[in-house]
Each structure stands twice: as structure tokens, then as C-alpha cells.
T-cell receptor, first 112, second 110 residues
């Protein structure tokens, strides 16, 4: 779906390094979300944003921060990556107003 | 207890079979309900919303039982292309946050 893109698609990083993942949308939607997906846990909300500079924590926010300085970009930062943050990260936008999300293609992050 | 619970499966069914998945949710204030489909190593995609009156989209039928707090998805005449993980999703109250179940894996066999 061209309306939402994530970068990078894959990343391998070392423990203790900071990492930033980018989510970019072209649809001007107000709501944006970061989820992580792990076996046995499903998708869990990390942080979300309901407008420029308006963000809030989800259920697994420890070790993560976010920023949204423009409507189209929502950045997720792992301040000091740990092996427990090895996961697939999905960004989503609230497209339809009926609260159905559209997801980006995901970022596979490996922390070694 | 998880907010949204699903049988992980796998459900192995032959082509043409009818298969049903159930999902239970714990928050009685949940307001919106969805089924998403996720193919292996891909992002989740919205399959259908679930309405109180039940709704149908081709071979797919979704039902909501608020009293018992469960949601169902029925797939008729299964196709090989239906093989995927099906995610049950709810919104806890009047929010824009979605809570996902861990998914049910469906494998349709030729």
C-alpha cells in the first residue's frame, strides 16, 4: 500500500546502540501507531500519536521513545537496543474512521 | 487473562470445507470489532469489521455476541488462498487503539 511506508525494512544492530525506525504516510491521517509482533504475544502497542507532537504510551513502551514533528512522519527510537527488542515492528495509520488500521510492511529488527 | 483470546490452531482443512474461528474478549466496554488476515511474513490486512447484527462478505461471515463476549468468523468453501493467520481485534471502549489476539493459523490443503 503506497500510503504508508516503513524504513528500513531490515536492520541488524548491536546491543546498546540507539536505533530509529521511520514511518511515513502520504494520506494526512491524524492517528499513527507503532506495534511490535512477537511469537506467542501477537501485536502489542508501543506508542501512538493523535497529532503533531501529541503522543502517548501503549502497553510495551519501556525502552522506546517516539516523535512526530510532521503529520506524515512518526519515528520510533530504541534508546539503547537490547536483545529483547528483537522483533518485527509495524507502523499503522487509522485510515477509515471506523478504526480499521492500515499497516506498513514492517521492519525486521535484530539486536545482537 | 489476555484481553483477546484465540485458539492458535493450526486448523488444517481440505479445499471446499467450511471452517469457523472463535475469539473471546474480556472488556465488556469494547466497542469495535474486526477480523484481520496476516500472510506469512507480511503485514496484517483488514478482512472485515464485525457488527452486532452480523455481516457477510462473500464466503466470509462474521458474528458478534456481546452477552457472551465472543466474535466468530466463518469461512465457507475454503480456498488454498485462504491459508493465513486470522487475527481477532477489538477496541477497548471509545478509543482508537486496537487490541489484537495472537491469531489462528489456517492451512487449507489441496
Amino acid at each position: 500500500d503506497a500510503g504508508i511506508t516503513q524504513s528500513p525494512r531490515h536492520k541488524v544492530t548491536e546491543t546498546g546502540t540507539p536505533v530509529t525506525l521511520r514511518c511515513h504516510q502520504t494520506e494526512n491521517h491524524r492517528y499513527m501507531y507503532w506495534y511490535r509482533q512477537d511469537p506467542g504475544h501477537g501485536l502489542r502497542l508501543i506508542h501512538y500519536s493523535y497529532g503533531v507532537k501529541d503522543t502517548d504510551k501503549g502497553e510495551v513502551s519501556d525502552g522506546y521513545s517516539v516523535s512526530r514533528s510532521k503529520t506524515e512522519d512518526f519515528l520510533l527510537t530504541l534508546e539503547s537496543a537490547t536483545s529483547s527488542q528483537t522483533s518485527v515492528y509495524f507502523c499503522a495509520i487509522n485510515r477509515d474512521g471506523n478504526y480499521g488500521y492500515t499497516f506498513g510492511s514492517g521492519t525486521r529488527l535484530t539486536v545482537v | 487473562r489476555k484481553e483477546v483470546e484465540q485458539d492458535p490452531g493450526p486448523f488444517n482443512v481440505p479445499e471446499g470445507a467450511t471452517v469457523a474461528f472463535n475469539c473471546t474478549y474480556s472488556n465488556s466496554a469494547s466497542q469495535s470489532f474486526f477480523w484481520y488476515r496476516q500472510d506469512c511474513r507480511k503485514e496484517p490486512k483488514l478482512l472485515m469489521s464485525v457488527y452486532s447484527s452480523g455481516n457477510e462478505d462473500g464466503r466470509f461471515t462474521a458474528q458478534l455476541n456481546r452477552a457472551s463476549q465472543y466474535i466468530s468468523l466463518l469461512i465457507r468453501d475454503s480456498k488454498l488462498s485462504d491459508s493465513a493467520t486470522y487475527l481477532c481485534v477489538v477496541t477497548p471502549g471509545a478509543t482508537n487503539k486496537l487490541i489484537f489476539g495472537t491469531g489462528t493459523l489456517l492451512a487449507v490443503q489441496p
